[in-house]
Each structure stands twice: as structure tokens, then as C-alpha cells.
């Protein structure tokens, strides 16, 4: 009898034969998913043996249902799973006996009306033959003649097949009133009313895995596709065969080189429509992203003005959003552009949160229709941020990745950044940056630039490049969505020197500046620069070069009246034709400990002021701990300061330059 049934079963899947078709079928549930919500708290299993006896010969036979280790259903997905069994006998509508058996799944809290639980079942077992449920839902209506028959404890349910992008299968289970508890049951007899089968007998079996809710809340971050798709389109014929969308769950694996095919033969005039499940709210702010390609240059533009993708959020059968391929292809490629084999990425923003996006094709044309749907989405858009790149020298090759960009404000800061994705999931290319829009600062950019897609920028700028330039980047993803930022290089003037060494050191009161070159060009002379900020800087000396040479040459400089406290030191670097550049800076600190002496002061000591040049000294203040003036001087105080009549505790001496400068010392008295 098994290998009688088994043969019937393949012929008739065959020739879709729903006449003389034979009831088999199931599924039970359970789910694995990355953004899972609340899983099933408790399960618990039953079953029903039944007998029925008609009034041919003596013929009996007892139907046996079961329920293994239904708590395997409970809690995170993992490989355990429980098994319904069912057994029965039917011939025609003379004799049916069947078996019954179900779980009941209650959830960890209640799940809203019109929001969905998914349960990842296996294919089903007839006798040793497993069946694929894509061929079994059309051919025997597992579902609509109650082979599995859903329920939910409150309100009416409905249910319907769907796979993960891994392929696994899951029942998808809606409520029109809030539940907690669904039951999935398995009845070996539920086909012969509606199918009226000649024939069935033997044992159906089928795992039940985990059931998972994911409607508690929106996508937050980085989501990316769909975490269901329907078992098969749906359409307005009977005959699906006319319509197909082959292997549906290649649409959402994340796999640009994988593709379903949703394909309508030519002469047919009707609807067909497939549905991808987000599981969660996606916000409005996301876009629904599409990579299409087409066969044979099947699409023109009547057909494509049919195909439609539209978003839907909850039970409301009115779509949030509706975009035809004909409107989403006009700004990209066309016709002229959207050839067959080529693969173009679509998107619009639905500007309303959505849970499900539909694909559908409304064709009033007698046309084949043969789209291939190689990812479908919903993403954030790409935030791509930008910064500055660390100089250069003009007249030298450059290499600078875009990652290692700094802030434009804070040196401490990355100036790089891309949202959704690693730095390597992006490629990069310049946005006009050699066009009449080009955003550069000076000029275009020299021509020896290039951009790698992996975001390198290298080139060859010659001597007289040199400059701030500011150039656009678009950064764009695997899936087609991009983004331009601005970046900042400084190509500096090349140095008409090559400076191998400066120094800057303290001797005594005195600053020794050192510096050393091995080879100049056109060089006309070094001036020293001095400054206490950083800002403001004055020519304190100059010291002539040697012009040319291509050997060591050593030079130096003394500062004989540094500045109390910092002394920041540049070089400036003049060429004959009074281009120059400057060097490093260089830090000399001559700090308070050593301006007055002793410090603290004990007994009757005068406090010595060490001031190299008291000519530039306008004033002396000895000021105490509580702001107030005690002492005041004008004239050079070469003997000190008399400090017999100070209480004991802390001091500032203030020193006021002529030139408006001041400066300001600590000391204790003791």
C-alpha cells in the first residue's frame, strides 16, 4: 500500500490533477529570526483516535493520532522540534477512517489583533515520502480543506504558508481579536469533502520547530529585508501554472547573484501578486529597495507601467505607498538602459510606516511578463559623512584612504563615517570633481588624481599644484543606495629646502635654535619666527642661506631675549622668487621656578626678579591670594623685592611688557 500511494502521490503532483487528487498534506510551527520578539512560554499536545464503519463487507480499520515531546516547542529557536503523527484510510467517499492530532502554543504575552505569528514547521511525511508543500498548497488546499486547521483562543484565525530567506517553511497565524494561544492542528481526513479524493491510506507526519511573534516594535539600525515571503503568488486564475514566481525566498537572502523569477505567460490577461513579510514596522524614513534584472528584453513600456511595488502596514488592504516599475525605471534606465542581464537597483520611500511590501502585476496586455527580483528591501539611507586628509607635499606622489579622514573641527575626532555597513561594503567613485560644478576650492583637482572603488585616492601633483582642495565623493552600496560628502586635502608648497633636522633648546636664559638641510634649490634665506599663542607671530632674525647644494649644510640661531613662559619657534623657508614654507614648530618653556628666586621665600629674603631686559618691563604688581594689590613698582628692580612686611600664604608677580604683553609668576612666603 506505501508504494502505491507514494506512486499516486508523484503522478498526480505531476499533472496537477485536482479532480482526482489525493488528500495528504500538513505543517506545524515554529520560527528562527534575528529580530525575534517573544517566543511560545508553554505547549502542550493532544489527539483524537477515531473509527468510522460504513456498510461495506467487514472492513475496519483503526486510526491511531500522537503527539511527541510537544514541550520541545517552547522558548528560543533551536534544532529540537515536536512530531504530530496522523494515520486514516479513504476510498472514495464510501469509506473514511482518520486520526487526529494538534498543539497548542500559547505565547509569553498576548499578541494584537492583525499582528502575526510565524511557526516554522517541516515539509510534510506520507509514509516515508516527503512532499513539498509549494506543489502540495495548490494541488491538495492543505489549508483550505482543514488538513491543518489553525485556531487561535480568541477571535477568528487565518493562516498561510510562508518561507524564510533560508527556505525553511513557517505558517504565518493572524487573529482578528487579540490571542495568546494558537492551536495547529493535523487531520488526516479534512481533504476528502472539498478535494473528494478516490483514494488515500497510510500515515502522515510532521515537525513542529518554534513559534516566534515580531510585531512588538519598529526596526531600529541597520535592518535590511524582509524575514518572510509567501509560499507562491497569488493570482485571480486557477490555473497558477500560467503564473510563477520561482524559488521566492531568493528575493530577501541577501545574495545579489540569486534571483526569483516572477514570470507570466503571454496570452493570459490577469493578476498576479506576490508578498514579502517584514515582521516588524519599518519606519517611514526607510526606503523599499529593489534590484531588478529582465530575460530577452521581454519588458516594454506598457508592461512595465504594470508592475507595481506598494507597501502595506497592518490589515488595511489600502496601500501606504504604490510605485510602477515605469515611474521607478524613468530616472534611472529606460528602455535604453534596462536591457536584458542588466541589473538595476530601484527605490522610493513609502513616507509611511509599512510591514509588507507587494509586488504585482496588473498586465491588460496579452504579454510575457519575466522579471527577475534578485534582492527586495527595506534599508535606511545611506548617511555618509566626510573630513580632512592629512597634508601633503605638492610635487610628490600621494596615497590617502578615505577612512583615515580626520574632523574638519578636532584633529582627535574621525572625519570618516558611513552608516548601515562596513567601509569595505561600500564603493566609492568622485562626484565632478573636474566638471564646471566640480566643489573644489582651488580649481579642479590636479588630473594625476584617481579614486579607488575601495576609497583610496592617490596621485602625482607637480610643484606648482599645491593648494586646499575640497572634493565630493559618492559613496555607494551593494543594493544601489548612495551617498556624496566633501573631503579637504592641503597640498603644501613644496620646501624650497630639504630640512633634516631643527631644534630648539634652552642655554641658560638664552634659546639655541639648530637646524640642518642636505639640499637647496633657489634658496634664499631662513627667518625666524617667534610667537607665545601660536597665532600671532613676529620675525625675531634671519640667517642667510647657501642657495644651492646638495650636501650637509648646518645652521643656527640665537634667541637672547625669549619670552616668560612658552616660546613656540617656526622657520620660514624663502626661495629667491619669495615663494616660501615653513617648518615644524618647535616649544621652549621658560617657566616661573626659575624667573624668581628663592620661591617660597623665608624669614627676611628679598624676592629676586630674573628679568633678562628690564627696559621692556612697564610694571611690577605683587598681588595677594584675595586679588588685591600689595606691592607696586615701576623702576628696575635689581635688588629685589623687600617681602619682611608680607604675611605668610601665596603671591602673583605681575609683569606688564611695553609691549602690552603680560606675564604672571606664583611664589610663597614662608
Not at 503568488?233 to 516572477?262: K, Q
Not at 628663592?598 to 633678562?612: D, F, S
Request: proline letters at 4%; one cysteine or more; hydrophobic letters at 40%.
Amino acid at each position: 500500500m506505501e508504494n502505491f500511494t507514494s506512486r499516486l502521490i508523484r503522478k498526480l503532483i505531476a499533472q496537477k490533477n485536482k479532480v482526482s487528487v489525493l488528500a495528504v498534506a500538513i505543517l506545524l510551527i515554529f520560527s528562527e529570526g534575528s529580530y525575534a520578539q517573544q517566543y511560545v512560554q508553554t505547549s502542550t499536545g493532544g489527539h483524537a483516535d477515531e473509527t468510522y464503519t460504513v456498510p461495506i463487507v467487514d472492513l475496519t480499520y483503526g486510526a491511531v493520532g500522537s503527539v511527541s515531546l510537544p514541550a520541545r516547542a517552547e522558548g528560543a529557536p533551536d534544532a529540537l522540534f515536536s512530531t504530530l503523527n496522523v494515520e486514516g484510510l479513504k476510498i472514495s467517499n464510501a469509506i473514511t477512517i482518520d486520526s487526529r492530532a494538534w498543539v497548542d502554543l500559547t505565547m509569553e504575552a498576548e499578541v494584537p489583533a492583525g499582528k502575526h505569528t510565524f511557526v516554522r514547521i517541516s515539509e510534510p511525511d506520507f509514509d516515508g515520502l516527503s512532499l513539498d508543500v509549494s506543489s502540495l498548497v495548490d494541488l491538495l488546499g492543505l489549508l483550505t480543506n482543514n488538513t491543518v486547521f489553525v485556531t487561535t483562543d480568541e477571535g477568528t484565525a487565518s493562516s498561510r504558508f510562508v518561507r524564510d530567506p533560508s527556505n525553511n517553511l513557517y505558517l504565518e497565524v493572524t487573529s482578528s481579536e487579540a490571542y495568546k494561544t494558537i492551536r495547529v492542528t493535523l487531520d488526516f481526513g479534512g481533504s476528502t469533502d472539498e478535494l473528494g479524493a478516490l483514494l488515500a491510506a497510510g500515515t502522515i507526519s510532521l515537525n513542529v520547530y518554534h513559534a516566534v511573534t515580531y510585531e512588538n516594535g519598529t526596526y531600529e539600525g541597520c535592518a535590511v529585508a524582509p524575514i518572510f515571503t509567501g509560499l507562491r503568488p497569488t493570482t485571480d486564475l486557477v490555473n497558477v501554472g500560467l503564473f510563477d514566481l520561482d524559488d521566492p525566498h531568493r528575493a530577501i537572502d541577501g545574495n545579489l547573484s540569486t534571483f526569483s523569477v516572477l514570470r507570466k505567460d503571454a496570452g493570459v490577461l490577469s493578476n498576479v501578486s506576490q508578498t514579502f513579510y517584514l515582521g516588524k514596522t519599518a519606519p517611514s524614513t526607510n526606503e523599499i529597495v529593489a534590484t531588478i534584472s529582465q530575460t530577452a528584453g521581454l519588458l516594454d513600456a506598457t508592461v512595465l507601467s504594470s508592475i507595481s511595488i506598494r507597501a502595506f502596514n497592518g490589515t488595511n488592504p489600502t496601500p501606504v505607498a504604490s510605485k510602477n516599475l515605469g515611474q521607478l525605471l524613468l530616472g534611472v534606465t529606460l528602455l535604453n538602459g534596462f536591457n536584458a542581464g542588466d541589473v538595476t537597483t530601484i527605490k522610493f520611500f513609502p513616507e509611511a510606516v509599512y510591514d509588507r511590501i507587494v509586488i504585482s502585476s496588473t498586465t491588460a496586455v496579452s504579454a510575457l511578463v519575466s522579471l527577475n527580483i534578485h534582492e527586495l528591501g527595506s534599508r535606511p539611507p545611506v548617511i555618509f559623512n566626510g573630513g580632512k586628509l592629512a597634508a601633503a607635499m605638492a610635487g610628490t606622489a600621494i596615497s590617502r584612504n578615505l577612512t583615515s579622514a580626520i574632523s574638519n573641527t578636532s584633529p582627535s575626532l574621525p572625519g570618516f563615517s558611513i552608516g548601515c555597513g562596513a567601509s569595505t561594503s561600500f564603493t566609492y567613485k568622485f562626484f565632478e570633481v573636474s566638471g564646471p560644478t566640480g566643489r573644489v576650492l582651488a580649481g579642479t583637482l590636479p588630473p594625476s588624481f584617481q579614486l579607488s572603488a575601495g576609497g583610496v585616492l592617490t596621485g602625482s601633483p607637480t610643484s606648482t599644484q599645491y593648494g586646499v582642495y575640497v572634493f565630493d565623493v559618492t559613496a555607494i552600496n551593494g543594493f544601489g543606495q548612495s551617498d556624496t560628502t566633501s573631503f579637504v586635502i592641503n597640498l603644501q608648497n613644496p620646501l624650497p629646502v630639504t630640512l633634516v633636522e631643527f631644534t630648539a633648546r634652552p642655554e641658560g636664559r638664552t634659546t639655541l635654535l639648530s637646524w640642518s638641510t642636505t639640499m637647496e634649490t633657489n634658496s634664499d634665506r631662513f627667518e625666524i619666527e617667534r610667537s607665545q599663542t601660536g597665532k600671532n607671530w613676529q620675525k625675531i632674525g634671519t640667517v642667510r642661506s647657501n642657495q644651492e647644494s646638495t650636501s650637509l649644510l648646518n645652521y643656527s640661531f640665537t634667541d637672547s631675549k625669549p619670552l616668560d613662559g612658552a616660546n613656540l619657534y617656526r622657520l620660514k623657508m624663502v626661495d629667491l622668487d619669495e615663494t616660501f614654507a615653513y617648518s615644524q614648530i618647535k616649544d621652549v618653556d621658560f617657566s616661573a621656578s626659575a624667573y624668581l628666586y628663592p620661591n617660597p621665600v623665608i624669614g627676611n629674603e628679598n624676592l629676586i626678579i630674573n628679568a633678562m631686559d628690564w627696559s621692556s618691563i612697564k610694571q611690577v604688581k605683587v598681588i595677594n591670594a584675595m586679588g588685591k594689590t600689595v606691592f607696586e613698582a615701576s623702576n628696575a628692580l635689581s635688588t629685589g623685592i623687600n617681602t619682611k612686611n608680607l604675611a605668610a600664604g601665596s603671591y602673583f608677580v605681575k609683569m606688564i611688557h611695553v609691549n602690552g604683553s603680560v606675564s604672571t609668576h606664583k611664589f610663597v612666603r614662608q
